[in-house]
């Protein structure tokens, strides 16, 4: 069985990611934290987000290739 988008989001934590990205933008704009602070955290951001990217990418180059395996006595798993 495949995992759905949200399951997918859920393991790799973008819920947690966008809170923080947002949660940073609202400190920054209270004046909690620099904008160098805020570009620095900015970077890891997108770094993370460039990081997904490669995993969906990746899954789905993966998915696109897979066959069902026969299991023992010819059934398909």
């Keep these: ?7 997918v989001g859920s393991q790799i934590s973008l819920d947690v990611i966008v809170q923080g990205i947002a949660q940073d933008l609202t400190d920054l704009r209270s004046g909690k934290i620099s904008v160098k602070d805020a570009q620095a955290r900015a970077l890891l ?3 993370y987000m460039n990081g997904v ?9 993966l998915e696109q290739g ?8 010819g059934e398909v798993a």
């Design 1 to 7: 069985m495949q995992d759905t988008v949200t399951d």
């Design 45 to 47: 951001a997108k770094q």
């Design 53 to 61: 990217r490669l995993v969906l990418n990746a899954r789905k180059s």
């Design 66 to 73: 897979a066959r069902p395996v026969a299991a023992i006595g």
